[in-house]
């Protein structure tokens, strides 16, 4: 009992560490793993909160903590109703059903009570939690109540959601030491071939194991065979099989890894015609190679000699037929997700950094004060991830102290600051899940303005381009238009 004691508090550690409450300058959470009934259950209470308006799950890496595992970030809301001041504490439940089954539970108590049915800024009470590992193809069921729960013998006010993970193959999760194991990162760059009995198939073998079984299927499998490697990074087989029954077949590649035995990823490849070997026939056979080769090389130059000149009147009238006709082509201008420092002004600086992109470097820009109506319905975490997909390329935007707002900027400073401070901490989040993968991380460019610099707390993103405005504007645009 006492081994698993060490797992179990570095697991409570990871949770606690994972809470981050969206929006909340004034309320905020502590987690901790809670497998029982809560102690509210035993008491009966004359008032007791509703139940949640919304519950959201979605698979999440952390580098911070585990590079081998995704978790779930969970995000709820909380109804506008006068009983959230009897409020104390959400309870998550996660039930995973499929191959790799578990049950565990985890419990938010609020650090402060809510004596306001909004947040200041009017919106709604927003909270996230990272947690819960979870396995490839496994279904899961969420489930979350308000604490106090309802009384015996009245309606529940549980909400519960169900959430299928990724498969191997996906980006998520095919890093994953599970998925790794099951051979998500093995490349069999399978080749096959039609002969005239036979289906010649080479493909690559993986370091997880020796055996592997490669069958050639079309509705019914029509041969298969077992192959033992040896210390061999490339395998060739020939599986007999004619040309009549092999039309519109496929290969599959089954592989037998220790971890999964015959329940491991397999992969299947198209089977091409074998490129046919023509060998000079019939009567001059009979004649000396070097008497056949004077016949054929003077005919070959005359041929060689025709088609060189028709390629080049072919090319000199396409050139011809380009300058003369020739239209420029307008391109589309790329989407560009700009996230900027809450210490940077909106109304003096974010505005003219967008003017300048969009009449400089082609840029359609997406910013959160332009959109207030679309992420006050969709939610901030929905319509960032959302943006973060259609965008191009995503700007991190730092300023100098000397380009903080002035007098002017005071009419909205407050709701401003906390809502940019929201959307930023929350896309850095999403970048540091996307250090790991290369296509992510080259959608992401960092600009600094005057004298600003990366600060210790967002180091991370020294890893992407950055450029100093107005010095690197040049190269910025260039690159921002390298999609």
Not at 108 to 116: E, L, Q, R, S
Not at 203 to 230: C, H, P, Q, W
Not at 266 to 291: A, K, L, V
Not at 294 to 312: D, E, Q, R
Request: hydrophobic residues 35%; glycine residues 6%; proline residues 6%.
């Amino acid at each position: 009992m006492l081994s698993g004691l060490p797992s179990l508090l570095g697991l409570a550690v990871l949770w606690l560490s994972s809470v981050v409450p969206r929006g909340l300058s004034e309320q905020s959470m502590k987690c901790f793993p809670e497998m029982g009934p809560s102690a509210e259950w035993m008491v009966r209470n004359d008032l007791t909160p509703g139940g949640l308006q919304t519950l959201h799950v979605d698979p999440v890496a952390i580098p911070e903590t585990n590079l081998e595992e995704v978790l779930l970030n969970i995000s709820w809301t909380l109804k506008r109703d006068g009983s959230i001041k009897m409020l104390k504490a959400t309870k998550i439940c996660v039930d995973g059903k499929g191959r790799f089954s578990s049950y565990s539970c985890v419990r938010c108590n609020y650090t402060k009570a809510f004596h306001n049915q909004t947040p200041p800024n009017g919106r709604k009470w927003e909270f996230h939690y990272i947690g819960f590992p979870i396995k490839p193809e496994t279904s899961y069921f969420i489930r979350a109540h308000n604490i106090p729960p309802a009384n015996m013998n009245e309606d529940t006010t549980a909400i519960s959601v169900k959430f299928i993970s990724p498969g191997c193959q996906e980006p998520v999760m095919k890093y994953t030491k599970k998925c790794q194991e099951y051979g998500s990162l093995w490349s069999p760059n399978i080749t096959a071939c039609q002969k005239e009995k036979s289906v010649e198939v080479n493909f690559s073998t993986s370091s997880l194991g020796f055996r592997y079984t490669v069958l050639i299927e079309n509705d019914d499998i029509l041969m298969a065979t077992d192959i033992l490697e040896l210390n061999q990074s490339r395998v060739s087989v020939a599986i007999p099989v004619t040309a009549e029954e092999g039309k519109g077949a496929v290969v599959q590649i089954i592989p037998y890894f220790s971890t999964c035995n015959n329940d491991c990823t397999r992969h299947r490849g198209t089977i091409f015609s074998c490129p046919e070997i023509i060998n000079p026939g019939g009567s001059n056979n009979s004649q000396p190679r070097s008497h056949r080769l004077f016949l054929i090389l003077p005919t070959l130059s005359v041929a060689v000699w025709v088609l060189a000149v028709g390629l080049y009147l072919l090319w000199r009238h396409d050139k011809v037929k380009k300058n003369l006709f020739h239209k420029p082509t307008l391109l589309r201008p790329i989407k560009v997700l700009v996230v900027y420092h809450p210490h940077v002004c909106f109304y003096h600086t974010i505005c003219d950094f967008a003017e300048y992109l969009q009449g400089h470097c082609r840029s359609d820009v997406i910013l959160d004060q332009w959109q207030k109506r679309k992420i006050a319905d969709m939610g901030l975490v929905l319509w960032l991830t959302t943006q973060k997909k259609e965008a191009a390329k995503v700007v991190f935007l730092f300023s100098s102290p000397t380009g903080s707002c002035d007098s002017s900027c005071n009419p909205s400073v407050g709701r401003h600051r906390e809502g940019s401070q929201d959307l930023f901490a929350l896309a850095f989040n999403l970048f540091c899940s996307d250090l790991r993968s290369q296509v992510s991380l080259d959608k992401y460019l960092v600009v600094l303005l005057g004298e600003a610099a990366l600060d210790e707390d967002h180091s991370a993103l020294s890893v992407c381009p950055t450029y100093q405005l107005m010095k690197d504007a040049n190269p910025f645009c260039k690159d921002l238009l390298t999609v």
